[in-house]
């Protein structure tokens, strides 16, 4: 019998010591079937890895097929180990990726434990699983295997079926944080964490030039310009982020690392951060030598990693913006060859080439073209969707032309153009997917067009963290929003669902959550494969919002006054019973608040289409005057007409509909009671909830991470602040802003009572790792609220300086230092991944943070006081924290013959006495130890002999001051572990 897979995994750690285990006492077999595909052997490996890291026995890998003693079975539907009825019968059913697990006992009671997959992706699928079934838990940064020895294996009776087709991320760059800042080595270790929470697929876009800048990810140019490896002859100016560039959005100000405080720099090698395809090209490629050779890098680094990403079976996928935007150099080229850029023929043959050159360079199975991102924020015109499609036509003959291995698909920041987001499936071929980011940064729900689409591939993209709101310099926790767009992807029949991400340590608890529910929604959503409107009928009337009332105003435009002077707003819209036909619908608006434009911004829908988008009253009519909008023909097929509101700026609002037809009439005084033929409003019917549960999520994760003696504790902190974390920065792309906030800090203070909470738990955390990672979030955390209080102090500081009072801002600035040094040293704390060494660089360099907070209230306040300020007043270059070892970048899979390149940041105020690693082969032998290089400041780099078999590793550092510090802190008991690829994983 089947087992609901998310019911199990969060029973909790302390399960595994229940009933209907087996003991661990003599070494475990594992039995891989024959013929065995690289994935199913890959699979064999992991299973004994995990059992390693969870008990401390390696188990046998045996060739020996006989089933005898304890025994772990990895193979594929219909092959010869699996003879048991009851596993063969269950797994003759399975399809591709899919798996069973399950526990049979022999006559003596000795268990056997079946790992079968539909195909070897599934088995894959399985053993990961099976390893989650022993306590270990997987994220993008890394995995969780627990300070606690398992002294039982569980048995096990589970199917587990994807829900999606196509799992994974798209991660994002062009800041500081994200992809810009990858090597081969990050996306590998990203694709190998992918493969272990059962996600299949990664996607980037690329900007193109002047929408803000090149980037190097995507080429664009002519057949000759590149040989047969793709190594292109002709290009143009592009470039990732580095330290060095001035960054569009913030804007991120250039500045060397060199210059950063408070022991910043000390994480960086070179002044010049960048990825490895920008060095001694920085801040962008001079010379066209030098932009020939970024463009050659990043194909070779696509080339390994992308490789590397098929043995795993995750599939890759990059893209660029439509209409095509052909860089101003090839453009000019074309010019002289006698060609016009503008000329279909034209774009086809660039695109034809952009494909060829993929094919020649690295591997791909998509490329997505993206519709403008303005479509979003300033709607689109009928003519600008027409170029749009013919463009598209353009790119998908010419990949036809190509022979390109790989599939078109589209992507934007909406799904399609403001008339109807579901118009491209009428315009394009049936094989092309579909997909968007979800809008307003994800704060919109998934767009409820995808229900419209039949017989195409769609995929939902929504946000695992904001580049806005909420900034990528804070901390974001949405499991509950992860899980409601989840669901309402699985409603809506998409085929893929994927997070968008800069960070990955930081949003554990979002990817994990995103990643389970593309397998499993029992327990969570209350109707799967259904919306909630879909699982009862809709109430009539409103759909949640407040209602507002401004009586005897004087309505312009109006001969009606008593209906403008009511209305209702952040509403998600009405449900209206209509009798079947067409109607004439008038939405009747009054903007009774705000003085300016800009200030409430809204889309509307009837019946799902957009009918007004990005409507803002006050623009259209000013403040207190009528505005009718009137829309014809609008159908209505299953007895409801329906208004749908999306609010884009502060909460919309509406004072009227009228609904008029053959069939009947409806007039609703929105807000209001009956006036002369309209009648009253009503009451409302409960909106969909942005966020669903997550406790019993946060039972698992914690109990995972921390412990299962501080896990119910921390997880109910954890569950109270999920959608509710405060906003610590003021808005601004992509980080906030450390804008002063005028407000005391011992009334925001208030909102930031889950830090003491958090750390009244921390005496219940036992074991080494698991206090790590409990610390690493509790110091997020107090970070998290620590950028908050500067904004506070800032803001006296502010008031001070205006008041004249320049001695007491000389004290106030003194404290707003030591809240920035507090900042800094909680931040250090934390930094463990480039997302982690991204925010320190965000910290300095950011226009809206340092220079905010310390270096521009410096200034003013030398010219009130008229002398410069001592050094007392100024942000000390030492690193004061505690010593540390950081690796930016932890690989868990290595390719056969592959010598795994290290490179380790011993953070402390003095230069370590020695850095060295010590490895062996997994579970054998004795440690060697390999001394490490240094490169600068407090980096150092080593690598490790080729692999031919699984390995695991430690770092041990001797400080200056005599103490001695361990990489992982649980090391030598228990290592990071490396498992090589068997070698036909290509």
Request: net charge neutral.
């Amino acid at each position: 019998m089947a087992v609901n897979i998310t019911k199990m995994a969060w029973l909790g750690l302390a399960a595994l010591l229940a009933a209907g285990t087996a003991e661990v006492r003599a070494q475990e077999r594992i039995v891989v079937g024959e013929p065995a595909c690289s994935l199913q052997r890959l699979a064999g490996r992991e299973v004994r890895r995990y059992l390693y890291l969870r008990t401390g026995r390696l188990a046998v890998l045996s060739g020996d097929r006989e089933l005898r003693g304890q025994t772990i079975v990895v193979a594929c539907k219909g092959q010869e180990p699996v003879a048991d009825p009851a596993v063969r019968a269950a797994a003759g059913k399975l399809q591709p990726q899919e798996f069973v697990l399950k526990t049979t006992a022999g006559p003596d009671g000795t268990r056997t434990w079946w790992i079968v997959g539909g195909d070897g992706q599934g088995a894959l699928y399985g053993a990961y699983r099976f390893a989650e079934k022993l306590g270990v838990r997987f994220y993008l940064h890394g995995d969780v295997a627990g300070d606690e020895r398992l002294t039982a294996i569980p048995d096990m009776d589970e199917t587990g079926r994807p829900l999606f087709a196509l799992r994974g991320v798209n991660p994002w760059g062009s800041h500081p944080f994200g992809f810009d800042a990858w090597s081969s080595d990050d996306y590998k270790a990203i694709f190998a964490q992918l493969a272990k929470m059962r996600m299949n697929f990664l996607g980037v876009h690329c900007y193109p030039e002047g929408h803000p800048y090149a980037e190097p990810t995507v080429w664009l140019g002519t057949r000759g310009d590149f040989d047969d490896r793709g190594r292109v002859t002709a290009s143009y100016p592009s470039h990732y982020f580095n330290t060095l560039v001035k960054g569009h959005w913030g804007p991120m100000r250039s500045g060397a690392t060199g210059e950063f405080s408070f022991g910043g720099s000390l994480l960086f090698e070179d002044d010049a951060w960048a990825p490895p395809v920008m060095a001694g090209h920085c801040p962008q490629p001079q010379t066209p030598q030098a932009c020939n050779d970024v463009f050659n890098r990043m194909g070779e680094q696509f080339r390994d990693a992308f490789a590397f990403a098929r043995g795993l079976g995750v599939k890759t996928c990059v893209g660029t913006e439509t209409p095509v935007i052909m860089p101003a150099s090839l453009r000019e080229r074309l010019k002289q060859q006698g060609k016009n850029p503008d000329d279909p023929a034209v774009v086809r043959e660039v695109y034809e080439a952009m494909f060829r050159r993929i094919a020649a360079s690295h591997p791909l199975d998509y490329f997505w073209l993206w519709t403008p991102e303005g479509w979003t924020w300033r709607g689109n015109k009928p003519e600008q969707y027409s170029r749009t499609v013919a463009d598209i036509c353009l790119a998908i003959e010419a990949l036809e032309k190509s022979g390109a291995p790989f599939r078109l698909a589209t992507s934007g920041w909406v799904l399609g153009p403001q008339h109807d987001r579901a118009a491209l499936d009428r315009d394009l071929p049936k094989d092309v997917p579909m997909s968007a980011i979800s809008r307003q940064l994800g704060w919109s729900e998934v767009d409820e067009a995808y229900g419209r689409i039949r017989a195409r591939q769609t995929w939902a993209i929504p946000w695992l963290e904001s580049d806005a709101q909420h900034g990528l310099a804070a901390m974001q926790l949405f499991v509950g929003r992860m899980r409601r767009d989840a669901a309402d992807a699985l409603a809506y029949g998409c085929q893929g669902l994927m997070g968008l991400h800069w960070r990955t340590d930081a949003l554990g608890p979002n990817v994990s959550a995103l990643a389970q529910a593309a397998w499993d929604q029992g327990g969570w959503n209350p109707a799967p494969g259904r919306l909630p409107g879909q699982a009862a009928a809709p109430r009539d009337g409103p759909i949640g919002g407040k209602v507002a009332n401004y009586p005897g105003r004087t309505i312009a435009k109006s001969d009606d006054a008593p209906l403008y002077q009511t209305c209702r707003y952040d509403m998600g819209g009405y449900n209206l019973k209509l009798p079947n036909g067409r109607y004439r619908v008038t939405l009747k608006f009054c903007e009774p608040h705000f003085d300016a434009a800009d200030k409430r911004i809204g889309d509307f829908t009837l019946q799902g289409k957009t009918v007004l988008a990005g409507l803002d009253i006050f623009a259209r009519t000013g403040k207190f005057a009528a505005l009718d909008v009137t829309f014809d023909g609008v159908e209505v097929a299953d007895g409801w007409l329906r208004l749908g509101v999306t609010a884009k700026v502060s909460m919309p609002c509406i004072s009227a509909i009228v609904a008029e037809g053959p069939a009947g009439t409806r007039k609703v005084n929105c807000g209001g009671p009956a006036y002369k033929d309209y009648e009253a409003d009503t009451e409302t019917s409960a909106a969909k909830p942005r966020y669903l549960a997550c406790d019993d999520f946060y039972a698992d994760w914690a109990a995972a991470n921390f412990g299962p003696a501080a896990g119910p504790a921390a997880a109910k902190v954890f569950t109270a602040i999920d959608g509710r974390l405060p906003i610590s920065v003021a808005g601004g792309c992509p980080s906030g802003s450390l804008k002063a906030d005028p407000a005391p800090w011992e009334n925001v203070a208030k909102a930031y009572a889950f830090v003491e909470e958090l750390e009244q738990v921390r005496p219940l955390v036992r074991g080494p790792g698991n206090l790590e990672r409990f610390d690493w979030w509790l110091n997020s955390l107090r970070y998290h609220r620590s950028l908050h209080e500067m904004r506070c102090a800032l803001g006296r500081f502010d008031a001070l300086l205006k008041a004249r009072k320049s001695d007491a801002a000389l004290t106030q600035y003194k404290e707003l230092l030591a809240l920035y040094g507090q900042t800094y040293r909680l931040l250090l704390e934390t930094v463990n991944t480039p997302g982690g060494l991204a925010m320190v660089v965000n910290l300095e360099n950011q226009a809206q943070f340092r220079p905010v907070v310390v270096d521009g209230p410096g200034r003013r306040l030398e010219a009130a006081l008229g002398r410069p300020l001592g050094d007392d007043a100024k942000p000390p270059k030492a690193y004061q924290g505690r010593p540390r070892l950081i690796v930016p970048t932890v690989r868990s899979v290595v390719a056969r013959g592959e010598a795994l390149r290290l490179k380790v940041i011993a953070l402390d105020n003095q230069p370590v006495r020695q850095l060295s690693v010590f490895w062996r082969p997994l579970g054998k032998g004795e440690f060697s130890r390999i001394q490490t290089e240094h490169v600068a400041r407090a980096v150092y780099r080593a690598a490790l002999p080729p692999a031919g078999e699984d390995f695991e590793y430690y770092i041990e550092a001797a400080t200056a001051a005599g103490g001695k510090l361990v990489w992982p802190t649980t090391a030598p008991g228990l290592t990071q572990s490396v498992v090589v690829l068997p070698a036909d994983a290509k």
